[in-house]
């Protein structure tokens, strides 16, 4: 994990057991653990637990701990660019961009003619993109050999389609019931005097 400017100087800010704790409980340690994996000195489990809460509840331990906190949560959670990026790569899939087809000679039949057989085999995995090979919705190896699915492309473009608002405006119904306290001649009387 890299460290920002921020992150770095409030870890900086830290005491050397403050920072290894801190680093405990980004592993996913918790409070006990992290307080002993960082050196901690208490000699009970109360005493262990009191002292880790105390670390916990430090100003700058707790400031690098949000901060950390906010970036993963941050790296975590995908953008509207991001999930546009992917709708639109679901939908341009293609199988042929993932896949090769061939014929193959596989042997001779009784008369002597070839016998060719139909063929399929992956592209080199290591030229695809992630973003194409997240197009694959199901592999599956059954008895008629390898099978493979890709999430549905038009149903990726309808969803495309909402979110950039391509569709007409849907029609809506609003219905009100007006109640009214005056009489229409009252409300439009002839200011005229």
């Known amino acids: 994990m890299e460290l920002t400017d921020t992150q770095k ?7 050397k057991l403050q920072q290894n704790f801190a680093l405990g409980i980004v592993r996913g340690l918790n409070q006990i653990d992290a307080y002993r994996a960082a050196g901690g000195k208490a000699k009970t489990e109360e005493s262990a637990h009191a002292s880790a809460s105390e670390i916990l509840s430090n100003p700058k331990v707790k400031a690098f701990l ?3 906190s906010e970036a993963a949560i941050s790296d975590a959670v995908m953008t509207r660019k991001e999930a546009l990026e992917r709708l639109t790569s679901l939908g341009r899939a293609n199988l042929s961009d993932l896949v090769e087809f061939s014929e193959q000679v596989v ?7 070839p016998v060719i057989q139909a063929t399929w085999k992956f592209k080199d995995s ?10 694959i919705q199901e ?10 699915r890709l999430h549905d492309p038009k149903a990726a473009i309808r969803q495309l389609s909402d979110l950039e608002g391509w569709d007409a ?11 009214m306290n005056k009489s229409l001649s009252e409300l439009f009387d002839d200011d005229s005097d």
Request: proline content about 4%; cysteine-free; glycine content about 8%.
């Open 9 to 15: 100087a409030l870890f900086d800010a830290m005491t």
């Open 66 to 68: 949000d901060a950390i």
């Open 107 to 113: 042997g001779e039949n009784e008369e002597g003619n």
């Open 126 to 135: 290591a030229l695809q993109s992630p973003v194409s090979l997240s197009a």
């Open 139 to 148: 592999l599956t190896v059954g008895k008629r050999g390898i099978s493979i």
């Open 169 to 179: 405006p849907k029609k809506t119904e609003l219905a009100a019931k007006l109640t």
